[in-house]
């Protein structure tokens, strides 16, 4: 069985040098900011940039308090890894997309991202149409393809409204043939628009924010070791031992730090505003729970001058 050592991280004494600690504070808090994120943008509509930017970040979010779980409760090394290679790869799609240079390219790849999905669910269904066996019933069989049928009409809609506002851009007029063949396929991981060369997943996680070059897509790569269930995934560990999780936690604080600063920079409002009313909630007092005591009483002053990485 594989022995594992633990690093000592400074920037985790607020929450008494436990990376797990740190992963439970901050979704408390930033799922608190989430919340209050939330009221001002409710809508997850395609149309609906901040809305649909927040849902995105909300789903991360919840994953995350999954991983939580996973770790705690089913002991699960496989699986833990297998979550965070996910919420890379879904800050990666986040990055790209809604942090580039200009709205108009911003909004092209928005909706290049969502035919890309529309197109996938349309042609998996169109090669496996439903049929009638004797397996269901009749009732059965109609209340499926009514629910198949009112599906399809609605992805089809869906199609239309991205067509139809991505040739409202400026930038389509000037690139009418490039991006009509970008929206046959839902290529919105193109990298420019002189040629065909579209990211890698290994290039999206490097495009990611860090000191080191190579490393995100390296630790990507690690990971799909655990999602393709590929040698490295059946190492003799003792999932038990809490330490063996402490390095994919510290991938999580980065992925909530991100989250964060989305939070703070993306959607026209301030850290007040995200944190207003957050000591006289719930999840305040569950937040103080994982700090270290000398944290507790200054914990505004103390989040305010620590900063994580």
């Not at 408390?28 to 809508?43: A, D, H, I, T």
């Not at 991360?60 to 979550?83: G, L, N, P, R």
Request: proline share 2%; net charge neutral; hydrophobic share 40%.
């Amino acid at each position: 069985m594989q022995s594992v050592s633990k690093i000592t991280i400074p920037e985790l004494e607020m929450y008494g040098y436990s990376s797990i600690n740190a992963v439970k504070a901050l979704l408390l808090l930033f799922g608190y900011e989430l919340s209050q994120l939330k009221q001002k943008y409710p809508v997850n509509n395609i149309n609906d940039l901040h809305g649909y930017k927040a849902s995105m970040l909300e789903n991360t979010m919840h994953s995350i308090a999954t991983y939580i779980m996973v770790v705690e409760e089913c002991q699960d090394y496989v699986v833990a890894s297998s979550i965070i290679r996910m919420l890379m790869d879904s800050i990666s799609v986040y990055h790209l997309i809604y942090h580039a240079d200009n709205t108009e390219e911003t909004l092209l790849r928005h909706y290049l991202y969502i035919l890309d999905g529309v197109e996938e669910k349309l042609n998996i269904a169109s090669r496996h149409p439903l049929q009638k066996t004797d397996k269901i019933t009749e009732k059965e069989y109609e209340a499926l393809s009514l629910q198949l049928s009112s599906m399809q009409n609605n992805l089809i809609q869906v199609k239309h409204i991205c067509h139809k506002e991505i040739r409202k851009l400026d930038i389509y007029n000037s690139r009418k043939i490039r991006i009509e063949g970008w929206m046959k396929n839902g290529m919105w991981k193109f990298k420019t628009f002189d040629n065909k060369a579209y990211y890698h997943w290994s290039e999206l996680h490097d495009l990611l924010p860090s000191k080191f070059k190579k490393l995100n897509s390296d630790i990507g790569r690690y990971l799909s070791q655990h999602v393709h269930r590929l040698s490295m995934s059946n190492l003799v560990l003792d999932t038990t031992n809490k330490d063996i999780y402490e390095s994919l936690s510290t991938q999580i604080i980065l992925i909530l730090n991100f989250i964060h600063e989305s939070m703070v920079n993306d959607f026209g409002v301030d850290i007040q505003f995200l944190t207003e009313g957050f000591a006289q909630s719930v999840n305040f007092p569950a937040f103080l729970s994982f700090c270290n005591k000398k944290y507790q009483k200054t914990f505004f002053e103390g989040l305010c001058g620590i900063n994580l990485f």
